[in-house]
């Protein structure tokens, strides 16, 4: 099961943007999962709670928006929707394809709280 590893990644990248933004916690994360990413999301859901416990992402919102597959042919050059990888093209019966949508694997946005007194940013002396 790697989707410890992919909740565990996602906590990292947490820590790091609420370090940059000297923020207090983090009050929702949105993650962008393609179809074709190979997550099972049913297992990233079930291994959330112990990958978050005593991190900044610890009472977050969890969003997830799904990303349906996409292809190009490359043998008719027409787009078509893809839901497994080895799937041929509708279109034209072939298998040759360039997948433009779906694998995506990207943490979208976050929202943050931030300290009631924030420590001032160093300053730059030259």
């Not at 906590?11 to 790091?16: D, L, S």
């Not at 983090?26 to 990413?37: C, Q, V």
């Not at 799904?66 to 041929?88: I, M, P, S, T, V």
Request: aromatic share 6%; net charge negative.
């Amino acid at each position: 099961m790697h989707e410890m590893s992919i909740a565990l990644g996602i906590v990292n990248i947490a820590n790091k943007a609420c370090e940059e933004a000297q923020a207090a916690r983090i009050d929702s994360i949105t993650l962008e999962i393609g179809k074709l990413a190979g997550v099972q999301l049913e297992s990233l859901y079930f291994v959330w709670p112990a990958a978050v416990e005593g991190t900044v992402l610890a009472g977050a919102e969890r969003i997830i928006e799904e990303r349906e597959g996409q292809a190009l042919c490359l043998e008719c050059d027409r787009e078509f929707a893809l839901q497994h990888h080895f799937d041929a093209c509708p279109h034209c019966q072939g298998y040759f394809k360039k997948i433009i949508a779906g694998k995506e694997l990207n943490v979208k946005s976050m929202a943050f709280t931030l300290p009631d007194n924030p420590v001032p940013a160093p300053s730059k002396t030259r």
